[in-house]
Nanobody, 128 residues
């Protein structure tokens, strides 16, 4: 199993920056992908960014050029650096771990159904 705990959320004005952290413990060496997802009440969960075990990253079009995903060498901490934040980035952000190689497929990246372990989430609110 993998345990995930997020931190770093908060309130920021439009154009501001935040860095989210996700502390991972357990069988982190078995993960194929780590990802960040976000959800707004009443809407489906959206994939934001993921990084696979080879360091290859994938981003949602809506955050390309503004967000950067990274992790420590031991995969113990996952980060999401968010710059140029917009009000539409407001959401509950969760980190997740995938234990299947399928997460690295070109047609299945950022698919939450492929992620087995989830953190409790951290709220990000961007005001205009």
């Amino acid at each position: 199993q993998v345990q995930l705990v997020e931190s770093g959320g908060g309130s920021v004005q439009s154009g501001g920056s935040l860095r989210l952290s996700c502390a991972a413990s357990g069988y982190t060496y078995s993960t194929d992908c780590m990802g960040w997802f976000r959800q707004v009440p009443g809407k489906e969960r959206e994939g934001v960014a993921q990084i696979d075990r080879d360091g290859y990253t994938v981003y949602a079009d809506s955050v390309k050029g503004r967000f950067t995903i990274s992790q420590t060498n031991g995969k113990n901490t996952l980060y999401l650096r968010m710059n140029s934040l917009k009000p539409e980035d407001t959401a509950m952000y969760s980190c997740a771990a995938s234990m299947t190689y399928l997460c690295r497929g070109s047609g299945s990246s950022l698919n939450p159904a492929l992620y087995a372990y989830w953190g409790q989430g951290t709220q990000v609110t961007v005001s205009s």
